[in-house]
């Protein structure tokens, strides 16, 4: 559907059936800390289930793209707008998805539109809260890149803009919707690795492009893009177009290595074990090679403390980003517990068991203690496989399918989905802490079942 008129009727036939549903429901749901008890089956109906879900990119970019291409590849969903603040970005949308979509520089066109139902939100991360939140006042279902928020203290704002517009939020740390985050999350319920102790995990690069040195366009000005929107309520300068190609290099608009990848990290970990996360948080680091003007660190080192919970038991994380590394694999996560450990990856979850025995098999030891020496030999004994490989088939589509292809379920089954607000912000805020603790040479606390520093 894309004529204004029948999405207009549609809209007002789906803001009955929703009104009415809603009418009965609202009380109870929303707990005193604004957090949702479930509200599943109380969400709007967005659109008659036979239509192509009509979707908007909001920051047309390098991820905008990725997402937009890869939700128009889940049968039923239809890029039919795009919002960037650089030409250039308009008119590559425009190839990619048809020269009759809707472009505009400014996101409250979009949200005023009644033809689109959810909108792709995929600008630097200090414009994901008030695009966000206006989008869900709107009505429109999000799907807002990770981190959801920029500073620590804007995510109540999203956590309560969900829950008081019952609409769909899926923040975007696409991995844990991955089948290796899945059979991670089975294996560790099944005691496959015992109680767990520790968890740990990294990303290591070695490029320029890997350390966020992205080309600069030729025709980059103030004349080809809305510089004056680009900085939102941060202070104003002068066209500057390594700040806004390069917008993760400075703390006005990134939230540096640990907002841009520890947060991954941290939704799987949250997935898998089902922790709402740290209570407390430090990181050390520094800026080590990329000398090009950035305000954040190339390598950061973060530690965690997880307090038992009825979830799981108590455990430490250590993540490391390291911009200067190129002999190392990329990324990497890892559970241990007293019994195994689990390297975890998307598609492929390596399950290795300890190689521990009981000392009275221990050959030298039983010559100690026992006279009949003469009589042990080392029989050699049947064991089971020391680690199992799980991996997916072949043809799996991937994480960021799957992270749409629940997204789009959840708008028409009227869901919540599992990477929601409150989600997004549990992973969202230790990262961010992160930064803080780097900055402030302090620990910090943190109440994540409150959403609150602790003092
Ligand atoms: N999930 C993942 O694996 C993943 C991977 C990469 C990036 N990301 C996230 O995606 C987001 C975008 O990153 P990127 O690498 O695509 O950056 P990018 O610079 O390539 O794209 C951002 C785009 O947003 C546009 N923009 C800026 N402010 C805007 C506004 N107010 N309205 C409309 N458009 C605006 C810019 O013009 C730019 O084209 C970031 O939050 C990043 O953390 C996620």
Redesign the pocket.
């Known amino acids: 559907m894309s004529n204004e008129s029948t999405s207009n009727s549609r809209r007002k036939f789906i803001q009955k059936v929703a009104g009415s549903v809603l009418a009965s429901s609202i009380p109870g749901i929303i707990k005193a800390t604004g957090k949702p008890d479930n509200f599943e089956g109380l969400l709007r109906n967005y659109y008659n289930p036979n239509d192509n879900i009509q979707i908007a990119v ?7 793209t990725a997402d937009g291409n890869t939700a128009m590849s889940v049968p039923g969903a239809k890029i039919i707008a795009a ?4 030409d250039g ?1 308009l008119e590559a949308a425009k190839k990619n998805y048809g020269k009759d979509i809707f472009t505009t520089k400014d ?1 409250r066109e979009i949200l005023q539109r009644k033809d689109i139902d959810a909108v792709i939100v ?4 200090h ?2 809260k008030d ?1 966000s939140v206006a989008a869900m006042n709107s009505g429109k279902a999000v799907y807002c ?3 959801m928020v920029h500073e620590v203290s804007e995510g109540n704002a999203v956590v309560e803009a969900q829950n008081r517009n019952k609409v769909v939020m899926q923040v ?3 991995g844990m919707s991955s089948l290796g985050n899945e059979k991670a999350k089975e294996l560790l319920a099944a005691g496959a690795i015992g109680k767990l102790n520790y968890a740990e995990g990294f990303w290591a690069r070695n490029s320029p492009f890997g350390a966020w040195q992205y080309d600069i366009p030729a025709d980059a000005s103030d004349k080809t893009v809305d510089w004056k ?2 900085l939102n309520k941060f202070p104003d300068r002068p066209f500057d177009a390594k700040r806004f ?1 390069r ?1 993760r290099c400075y703390r006005d608009y990134g939230t540096g290595v640990s907002g ?1 990848l520890f947060v991954h990290l941290f939704s799987s970990l949250h997935f898998i074990t089902n922790s709402k996360g740290p209570q407390k948080i430090m990181a050390m680091g520094g800026l080590r090679y990329w000398k090009d003007g950035r305000e954040v660190p190339d390598i950061l080192m973060g530690m965690f403390d997880y307090a038992e919970t009825e979830q799981h038991p108590a455990f430490n994380l250590s993540l490391r980003v390291n911009f200067v590394d190129g002999t190392a694999d990329s990324t990497y996560l890892r559970l241990v517990g007293n019994e195994g450990s689990m390297n975890v990856e998307w598609d492929k979850v390596t399950l290795t068991k300890n190689q521990s025995y009981a000392a009275v098999d221990d050959p030298l030891l039983k010559t100690k203690m026992n006279k009949e020496i003469e009589t042990v030999y080392d029989r050699k004994k049947m064991v089971p496989p020391s680690s199992t490989i799980y991996k997916a088939e072949e043809g799996y589509k991937g994480a960021h399918y799957d992270h749409f292809y629940n997204f789009f379920n959840c708008i028409r089954n009227k869901k919540v989905s599992s990477e929601d607000a409150l989600f997004g912000y549990r992973a969202a805020a230790p990262a961010l802490l992160c930064n803080d603790s780097y900055f402030t040479d302090k620990a910090v606390k943190w109440d994540p079942i409150n959403l609150k520093l602790v003092n």
């Open positions: 909001i920051g047309a970019g390098g991820m905008g919002c960037d603040l650089y970005r996101y995929a600008t630097p991360d414009w994901h695009i890149e990770k981190p975007g740390s696409q929107m680009f190609f917008w841009d």
